[in-house]
C-alpha cells in the first residue's frame, strides 16, 4: 500500500495521544479568575499537581472528530452483532433525553419538583408490565447484567423468606447461556450447574429432569434463546421447576423477536431483566450506558429493590427506604433511582411506535433473519437450520475450515467489505458460530446485499485462505496483537522521557 | 411506520423465499395460546411532532435546577459542561457503536478508553484504572468484592461517612456473595472510627473523602493502620472535580479507589446514567473487575488498542469471572475525558478553587444566621448545616421562594437526631445572587 510522508491516508487522519500533543498549560475553558480567598482544606491541598495535558476547543474537537472516524456505527452501515440488537437509534429520542426538564434534574430534588419525571417513570413501568404481562418491575438495575443480579437477589430472598435460603443453593443454567447468567448466579452465592442442550438447539428436558432437586433453586434461561430458537418446551421447563420448588428467571437479551407477540408472564416466568439498549433502541454508545429493569411475577414482586413509586392521591411519591414499603424489599441496586436519561428514550421509542408498531419490529426482526436464513443456508452450515429461528440466525465455520478458514477470519474479511461482523464464537455449544441478528431496521436491499458478500465469501473460501488470513487489508487497522495485548500489558500512557531515564 | 423500512411487498416477497405462509408459521415454536393474535392494550403509534408534545408536557411538570437558586450535592453535582463536549458525544461513530469487540475498526472508541484510563489514574494518582463501572455505588460493591478476593477474607467495614446510598448498595450486593458489611453509624469526620472496627478477618475498610456531608480527610493514617491489620484500603468519593484541589487518594496510600465521575462532563439526569471511576495498583489488577483498554501493535507494526486481560470477564471465565458486568458507562467515559481535556490540569485547577470559593461563601453567608451551625469543618464544596428546626420543613418554605437549599440527611438515612441536618453543596454555577437570596430566605425562615 502507497505510504505517505503524514501517516494520515486522504480522508483517515493520524491521530496522536492527547498526552503527547496536549500541553499542561493549555485549557478550553474560559473561567473567571478566582478571588484567593483563605482556602478551608484543613492543609490536605493537593500537593503535585496532576499531569492533565489540555486542549483549545478547536484542538479537542478536532481530536475527538478524527477519533471518531476509526469507528464503525450503526450509522456507517450493517451492524449485524448477534445477540446485541443493534438497531437504528432514533434522533427524536436523543433530542428528549437533552429536555431541561429531564437532564438538568437533580436525583434528590423535593419530590414535588419532579412529577413529571416520576409520571414518565410511571409510565414507562405501566408500558413495560403490559407487554411483558408481569406484576411489578424494579426500573433501577442500570444493565442486563445488573438486571438479571437484581432478579437473582429477589429469587434468593423469596428462598429465605421460605426458610430455604441455606438449603437451595443450585441454580440451572444452559451451557449455551450468555456468560452473564452464571457470573450473576455465582455472585449471589449459587452453586452454577449446567443443563445440556438437545441436537436441535433447544434446553434438554431430560437432563434437566435429573438436575432437579430439593436443592434448586431456579434456573436462569434465555428466550428466545442463544441459538436463534423459542424455547417450545418453555411452559413445561417452567412447571417443572415450580413443581421442584424453584424460580425461573428468564434472560430477556432476546425480547426484541417476541415484544408486543408473545407475554413472558404468560410462559411462567418469575423474573425476566429488559435491554431499554437492546429492544428499546436506546444507544449502544460505545459499550453502553445501558438500563436493565426486571420486572417480576407475583411470587417476586415483594422483594423488589428501593426505590419504587407509589401514588398518594394526585402525587406521586418515592419510597426510598425498605422500612417504608409495603412489601419486604431485598435491598438497593445503585444510588438514586436508575437510568433516567434512559428512560426517557425508551419511553419516546415506545410512544412513537405504539403496541401496534413493537408488534411490527417484534415481526419484522424474525422476518429479516428467517429471510437471510432462507439466502445462507446453501451456502454454509447452519447447525440448527432445518427449524424457522427467531430474530437471529446460527451458522457456523464448518464448511469454511477444510479450506482453511476460520470464523475470526471471514469476520475479518467482512471489515474490508465494509460490514461490522456478525458475533463470533457465541453460542459456545457450536464450534466456531457466526450469530447473525439484523434487526428490523434493515431494509430487503440491505439484507440482499450483506447475503450475496458472505455468499460471495464462502466461494473465494475455496480458493483463497490468503486472503481471509491476512483481513484486514483496508480497514483503519490491520489485525491487532492481542496476545501483546495481555502478556505485556500497557493500559496507561506513561511518557517516553521517564520511561527513557528509567532504562539507563 | 417511519423506523421500519420494509413495504408490505418486501414481506410478501421475503414470506416466499423463506417458504412460510405468514409470519405466524416463524412464531410456530410459541406454545399454542401464548402466541398474542391483536395488539395489547396500549396506544398505537404516533408521529414524531405528537410524541415530542407529550414528551415535553412531561418534562414541563419538573422545575429543572437551572430555573432555581439550587444548591443539591450529595452525589450528584451541577457543573457547566462546554457545548463541545455533547456535541462530540452524539457523532454517530460514538453514539451508534458497540462495545469495541473488533479493534481493527473500533480504533476511535478504544484510544478515547485509553485515555480516559490514563486521565483517571493521573487524577486520582493511582497506577491503573479501568474502563468505568456502572456508577460510583456499583463500583464501590465491587470494591469491596475485588479486596475480598484479594486478601481472602470476608469482612469489610465502612465508614460513616460513606453516602447511605453507597452503603445500602454495596450492602445488599456484598452479603449476597457471602461478606459480612459493617456500615459504622453516620458521623459528619470521624473517618478513623474504621480502624477501631477492624478485625482479623477485615479484607478493606471503605472510607469516603469528601465524604457525604462534604469532609475531607487525611486518608495516610488510615492507610497506615488498614495495612498494619492486613487490610486493603478502598478510598471513595462522590465529587471527581475535588481531586482539582485536594490531595489525591493514591498519594495517601489507597489500595483501590472507587467513586462517582458524573461531575465531570455529565449532566444531572435525575440520577442516571452516570460513570463509576475505578483505579487499583498494577498488582492487583488481575483481581479487579471491568473492561479494559491496552495497547499493542497491528501487523504492520503500527501502535493501536485492543480490549485486554478479557480472561477476568464472564464472557471467557463465566462463573469464575471477576463481576457479571458487560455493558457499562461507554458514552459517559467520552464524555468525563472529553470535559477532562478541555481543562487539563490549570482548567480543572481553576473550576476546582471556584467551587471551593463558592462553598467558603456559602458556609459564611448561611452561618450568618443565628442557630444555623456548620458542622463541616474542611471541605471542598460541600459541608452539613444544622438548623434551628427540620430540614425537610425548612427546605418546602424555601422551595417556596425559589430555593432548592439542599439535601436533608434523614431523607438518605433516617437516623435519630439527624433531622435538622442540611446537606449544602455549592459549584461554579451558583452566583453572589443565588447565595444572597439564599442566606436572606434562611434567615426569614428560621428567625
Known amino acids: 500500500m502507497t505510504e505517505t510522508v503524514s501517516g494520515n491516508r486522504g480522508l483517515l487522519q493520524a491521530e496522536a495521544l492527547i498526552f503527547e500533543t496536549g500541553s499542561l498549560a493549555r485549557t478550553g475553558v474560559d473561567m473567571p479568575a478566582p478571588k484567593g480567598r483563605a482556602n478551608r482544606l484543613g492543609g490536605l491541598g493537593r500537593k503535585v499537581a496532576p499531569a492533565l495535558p489540555g486542549l483549545s476547543e478547536p484542538e479537542a474537537v478536532r481530536h475527538y472528530v478524527r477519533l471518531s472516524q476509526k469507528n464503525y456505527a450503526i450509522d456507517l452501515g450493517f451492524f449485524p452483532l448477534g445477540s446485541c440488537t443493534m438497531k437504528h437509534n432514533p434522533r427524536l429520542n436523543e433530542k428528549m433525553a437533552r429536555l431541561e426538564g429531564f437532564a438538568d434534574l437533580h436525583p434528590l430534588q423535593p419530590t414535588q419538583t419532579v412529577q413529571g419525571a416520576l409520571l414518565l417513570m410511571e409510565e414507562l413501568a405501566r408500558w413495560l408490565l403490559t407487554l411483558t404481562g408481569m406484576e411489578a418491575v424494579a426500573l433501577s438495575p442500570k444493565a442486563g447484567a445488573h438486571g438479571e443480579l437484581c432478579g437473582m437477589l429477589a429469587i434468593r430472598a423469596a428462598l429465605q423468606a421460605r426458610g430455604e435460603g441455606e438449603t437451595r443453593k443450585r441454580v440451572l443454567v444452559p451451557e449455551s447461556a450468555h456468560g452473564t447468567n452464571p457470573a450473576t448466579a455465582a455472585a449471589c452465592g449459587f452453586i452454577v450447574d449446567e443443563i445440556k442442550a438437545t441436537e436441535d438447539g433447544h434446553v434438554d428436558l431430560e437432563d434437566l429432569k435429573t438436575k432437579l432437586g430439593p436443592d434448586v433453586a431456579g434456573i436462569m434461561l434465555t428466550n428466545p434463546n442463544t441459538c436463534g430458537l423459542f424455547e417450545r418446551d418453555i411452559r413445561t421447563i417452567a412447571d417443572l421447576i415450580h413443581g421442584a ?154 464448511t469454511l475450515r477444510p479450506h482453511g478458514v476460520e470464523t475470526i477470519d471471514l469476520a475479518k474479511a467482512l471489515l474490508d467489505e465494509g460490514y461490522h461482523p456478525m458475533t463470533t464464537y457465541f453460542p459456545l455449544v457450536v464450534h466456531g458460530a457466526l450469530l447473525i441478528e439484523p434487526t428490523e431496521t434493515e431494509s430487503k436491499a440491505e439484507l440482499d446485499r450483506f447475503a450475496d458478500v458472505l455468499i460471495a465469501l464462502a466461494e473465494r473460501a475455496k480458493t483463497d485462505s490468503a486472503h481471509f488470513k491476512s483481513a484486514p487489508h483496508l480497514a483503519p487497522m490491520r489485525r491487532l496483537d492481542e496476545t501483546r495485548a495481555a502478556r505485556q500489558p500497557k493500559l496507561r500512557w506513561k511518557p517516553v522521557e521517564a520511561l527513557k531515564t528509567a532504562a539507563e | ?36 393474535d391483536k395488539p395489547v392494550a396500549l396506544p398505537a403509534h404516533q408521529g414524531e411532532q405528537e410524541v415530542e408534545r407529550l414528551m415535553k408536557l412531561l418534562a414541563s411538570c419538573n422545575i429543572p435546577a437551572g430555573k432555581t437558586a439550587f444548591f443539591l450535592g450529595a452525589g450528584a453535582y451541577r457543573h457547566h459542561i462546554p457545548a463541545s463536549v455533547d456535541h462530540l458525544i452524539q457523532r454517530s461513530e460514538f453514539l451508534t457503536t458497540y462495545t469495541p469487540y473488533q479493534p481493527e475498526i473500533a480504533q476511535g472508541t478504544l484510544q478515547a478508553l485509553y485515555e480516559f484510563q490514563t486521565q483517571v489514574a493521573l487524577l486520582l494518582d493511582m497506577e491503573v484504572a479501568n474502563a468505568s463501572m456502572y456508577d460510583g455505588s456499583t463500583g464501590m460493591a465491587e470494591a469491596a468484592l475485588m479486596a475480598a478476593r484479594v486478601t481472602k477474607r470476608t469482612r469489610v467495614v465502612l465508614s460513616g461517612g460513606v453516602h447511605p446510598h453507597y452503603a445500602e448498595t454495596v450492602r445488599t450486593t456484598c452479603e449476597a456473595a457471602g461478606l459480612e458489611i459493617v456500615a459504622l453509624p453516620a458521623a459528619v469526620d470521624d473517618e478513623m472510627a474504621v480502624l477501631r472496627a477492624m478485625d482479623a478477618n477485615t479484607a478493606a475498610v471503605i472510607v469516603q473523602s469528601p465524604n457525604v456531608f462534604g469532609a475531607i480527610t487525611d486518608l495516610k493514617p488510615i492507610a497506615d493502620g488498614a495495612h498494619a491489620g492486613g487490610a486493603l484500603l478502598v478510598a471513595s468519593f462522590t465529587e471527581a472535580m475535588a481531586f482539582g484541589l485536594i490531595e489525591p487518594p493514591g498519594a495517601m496510600g489507597a489500595d483501590i479507589v472507587v467513586g462517582e465521575g458524573q461531575s465531570i462532563g455529565n449532566a444531572l439526569n435525575f440520577g442516571g446514567p452516570y460513570v463509576g471511576l475505578f483505579a487499583t495498583k498494577e498488582k492487583y489488577l488481575r483481581q479487579s473487575p471491568g473492561r479494559l483498554a491496552g495497547e499493542t501493535v497491528d501487523a504492520d507494526g503500527k501502535r493501536g488498542f485492543v480490549l485486554t486481560l478479557s480472561t477476568r470477564e464472564q464472557h471467557i471465565r463465566r462463573e469464575k469471572a471477576t463481576s457479571n458486568i458487560c455493558t457499562n458507562s461507554g458514552l459517559c467515559t467520552l464524555a468525563w475525558t472529553i470535559h477532562m481535556t478541555l481543562l487539563g490540569a490549570e482548567g480543572l485547577k481553576r473550576v476546582a478553587t471556584l467551587n471551593h470559593e463558592n462553598a467558603c461563601d456559602l458556609a459564611d453567608a448561611l452561618a450568618a444566621t443565628p442557630g444555623v451551625e456548620v458542622l463541616t469543618r474542611r471541605y471542598f464544596n460541600e459541608f452539613a448545616i444544622r438548623l434551628p428546626k427540620r430540614a425537610d420543613i425548612v427546605l418546602d418554605a424555601l422551595l417556596e421562594k425559589g430555593i432548592i437549599g439542599g439535601v436533608p440527611f434523614a431523607r438518605l438515612n433516617p437516623t435519630e437526631g439527624m433531622e435538622n441536618v442540611l446537606l449544602v453543596c455549592a459549584t461554579e454555577t451558583n452566583t453572589p445572587e443565588d447565595i444572597n437570596a439564599y442566606a436572606a430566605a434562611l434567615k426569614e425562615i428560621v428567625q
Open chain 2, 1 to 36: 411506520m417511519r423506523y421500519l423500512p420494509l413495504s408490505d411487498d418486501d414481506r410478501a416477497q421475503m414470506l416466499a423465499v423463506i417458504g412460510a405462509k405468514s409470519v405466524d408459521d416463524l412464531y410456530a415454536g410459541v406454545p399454542s395460546g401464548a402466541l398474542l
Open chain 1, 245 to 398: 420448588g424453584g424460580y425461573f428467571y428468564c434472560d430477556g437479551a432476546n425480547y426484541n423477536a417476541i415484544v408486543g407477540r408473545v407475554r413472558p408472564g404468560d410462559l411462567g416466568v418469575d423474573a425476566m431483566h429488559i435491554n431499554l439498549h437492546k429492544t428499546f433502541s436506546t444507544p449502544h454508545g460505545g459499550g453502553g450506558p445501558g438500563a436493565g429493569p426486571t420486572v417480576l411475577s407475583p411470587a417476586l414482586a415483594p422483594y423488589a429493590p428501593v426505590p419504587h413509586m407509589v401514588r398518594r392521591g394526585e402525587e406521586l411519591a418515592l419510597v426510598e427506604h425498605a422500612e417504608d414499603a409495603e412489601g419486604t424489599p431485598f435491598g438497593r441496586m445503585c444510588a438514586f433511582h436508575g437510568q433516567m436519561g434512559m428512560y426517557v428514550r425508551a419511553l419516546t421509542y415506545m410512544l412513537s411506535h405504539g403496541s401496534d408498531g413493537l408488534r411490527q419490529v417484534a415481526e419484522d426482526s424474525v422476518l429479516n433473519a428467517n429471510y437471510l436464513l432462507a439466502r445462507l443456508k446453501g451456502h454454509f452450515n447452519a447447525p440448527f437450520g432445518g427449524q424457522p429461528c427467531m430474530h437471529e440466525v446460527l451458522l457456523d465455520d464448518s
